[in-house]
């Protein structure tokens, strides 16, 4: 069993990764690409989205949620646009493809759109549409979610959490980057306290008759998350469902399910990518000047009583990574202990594990 102190390697961690999904059957290519999607994730220190999640995501395999010899296909494209099926297999591996392919389609058209259908958990939005930035691009990346989320007036769940993200290329400042879910949390924030014990803040759910709870204990099964901001993310999540199951032409509110909980059928969740081409619009060099001057605009503002600095979208995050890529990260306690179950049950070890 990891100990608190215990420090891991991303590449010690991806490797671990991509050894136990090989042994559970999952292609090299298939494996290193959710690898990397999941440990980048944890270098930036949202464990909630990150390795922990990879022991569901291989049960879902086994349980008949996802096809472990499924690849997304094409099934339509334009000049600026393309629509996949995933076709229910690993969602990372998909939502790459989709986003390569946006950015791909933008570098002649100036902004395309890439949607895929019949997938599952993808994990953190934000790696989707950094992976834009590094093309000198604009990404946004959006997905629907079972729902879990109240509407204004609702007794229960009517909307996913439909996480959005986006992120902007800079020049000497790191990417601007924003992955919120529009409740007014993750739901996996939910299941870790429950998982811990302890109580949530107030104003995060409401109970089976939609009034607010701080008691972890039903959710998902009774109650719901409530929106971020009231109305305006029950508005926002709205839209996120729109572009994605709706426009993707797959399941949409009710219809999809969850990726962990009840019966053990294909989650059908949908995923929609952009990608924006600065260059068509003005110099990629010019762009990522005049966007390094508004952060330092905003940065040097007048701070208020007792801050000491303005932190933009992602740069937390940014600093984490710089800190795991150069001295390892020490992994909560949670994320220790699905890592040491997701050995367990594809049969093998790992010495940072022992």
């Known amino acids: ?3 608190e102190t215990d420090r891991i390697s991303p590449d010690e961690l991806k490797a671990f990764c991509v050894a136990a999904m090989q042994a559970a059957g999952v292609t090299a290519h298939d494996a290193d690409t959710t690898a990397e999607v999941l440990v980048t994730t944890d270098t930036w220190g949202t464990h909630t989205h990150g390795t922990k999640q990879l022991r569901n995501l291989l049960k879902n395999f086994r349980e008949g949620r996802m096809d472990i010899k499924a690849r997304a ?3 339509g494209e334009g000049p600026g646009w393309a629509r996949f099926d995933g076709h229910h297999a690993l969602p990372m591996p998909s939502s790459v493809l989709a986003m390569q392919t946006a950015v791909k389609k933008a570098e002649n058209t100036g902004i395309a759109i890439s949607t895929v259908n019949n997938s599952g958990h993808y994990g953190a939005a934000g790696y989707y549409a950094w992976l834009a930035t590094r093309q000198d691009m604009i990404g946004l990346s959006f997905t629907n979610v079972d ?3 109240a509407a204004p007036g609702s007794r229960g769940s009517v909307l996913g959490t439909n996480p959005l993200a986006y992120a902007v290329p800079t ?3 790191h990417p601007i980057m924003l992955d919120i879910a529009t409740s007014v949390v993750a739901a996996s924030k939910i299941y870790a306290l429950r998982s811990l014990g302890k109580p949530l803040p107030e104003g995060w759910i409401t109970d089976g008759d939609g009034l607010p709870t701080t008691d ?3 959710y ?3 109650g719901a998350l409530l929106p971020m901001a009231g109305h305006k993310g029950y508005g926002i999540g709205l839209m996120v469902e729109v572009l994605t199951g709706v426009l993707a032409g797959g399941a949409f509110g009710s219809d999809v399910l969850s990726w962990v909980f009840g019966d053990a059928k294909p989650v059908n969740q949908s995923h929609t990518f952009i990608a924006i081409n600065v260059g068509v619009f003005e110099p990629v ?3 990522k000047e005049r966007t390094d001057a508004l952060i330092r605009q905003i940065k040097n503002a007048p701070k208020a009583k007792g801050a000491d600095r303005i932190w933009l979208p992602g740069e937390k995050e940014w600093e984490y990574r710089e800190q795991a890529l ?6 909560p306690a949670d994320v220790r202990a699905s890592l040491q179950g997701l050995a367990e049950d594809v049969g093998i070890t790992a010495a940072f594990l022992a």
């Open 73 to 75: 296909e094409l099934c």
């Open 220 to 222: 998902p099964l009774a």
């Open 147 to 149: 729902p879990g989320v």
């Open 285 to 287: 060099a010019e762009f």
């Open 171 to 173: 020049g000497r400042e």
């Open 216 to 218: 972890p204990g039903q």
């Open 1 to 3: 069993m990891m100990r």
């Open 326 to 331: 150069a001295n390892g990260m020490s992994l």
